[in-house]
């Protein structure tokens, strides 16, 4: 199983929010460059990106996320915020490995088959962000009426790689992962599946593996050092 660091970004800063919500971010790095070269020291293989006020609707990271992706010696998964294909395939151009698109994906399926014709399945992750049973978008500020797990079973049919599966109740709020519905996406589903939200230790990450899920996304758990990141180095 893949474990991913996270790097989320928000007024240029690194930070975490707790269950999703705007307001409630916690600074761990005033410069993300000096988070990025952290991970690095551990050798890690890949991170993920996420422009939280991208996400919100803000412009106030683009600049440092092309020059974080660029100095990147690892792989680059990013989100937050990319409403078009045409960004998408910026983002790509500039080195981005992977791109996540979640808002985009859900209110015009029709983009992800078009991305995935331009720049193949394998560098288009899909996120289900899901709250009281509902997707949620733009930034986890709105609920639609789509089930996450009727909207996984038709990813792949439109030409999505992977799918990333979040629980917004759940995130950073050290509840543990929501591993009912985590096992059920990856029964819906017909692609690998990487779970984020709520992971506290290293046994919640065994309990993703013995499900076989694919990768996962860690984030205030690494920084608030209550899983050691040698655990990168074991993986």
Not at 43 to 48: D, E, F, I, N, T
Not at 177 to 182: A, L, R
Request: with cysteine; net charge neutral.
């Amino acid at each position: 199983m893949e474990i991913v660091p996270a790097i989320d970004l928000s007024n240029g800063k690194c930070v975490r929010l707790t269950k999703g919500e705007k307001g409630t971010e916690k600074v761990y790095y005033e410069d993300p460059m000096d988070a990025l070269a952290f991970w690095e020291s551990y050798s890690v293989k890949r991170l993920h990106f996420v422009d939280l006020d991208g996400a919100w609707g803000e412009d106030k990271n683009k600049s440092l996320l092309k020059t974080m992706i660029k100095k990147a010696s690892c792989k680059v998964q990013i989100g937050g915020g990319i409403r078009t294909v045409n960004q998408a395939l910026k983002l790509i151009d500039i080195g981005a490995d992977r791109v996540i698109i979640g808002t985009l994906a859900i209110k015009n399926p029709a983009a992800i088959k078009e991305l995935s014709e331009k720049i193949g399945s394998e560098r288009i992750m899909v996120a289900l962000d899901y709250k009281g049973g509902k997707i949620a978008t733009h930034g986890w500020t709105e609920v639609t009426n789509e089930n996450p797990f009727e909207f996984g079973k038709r990813i792949g049919k439109y030409g999505a790689g992977y799918i990333l599966f979040s629980s917004v109740e759940a995130d950073g709020a050290f509840l543990g992962p929501d591993i009912e519905n985590i096992k059920k996406m990856k029964e819906s589903a017909d692609i690998p599946i990487y779970a984020a939200g709520g992971i506290r230790n290293e046994e919640d990450i065994k309990k993703l593996e013995e499900i076989d899920i694919y990768g996962v996304v860690i984030g205030k758990a690494f920084y608030e050092g209550k899983i050691d990141p040698l655990i990168l180095t074991r993986v």
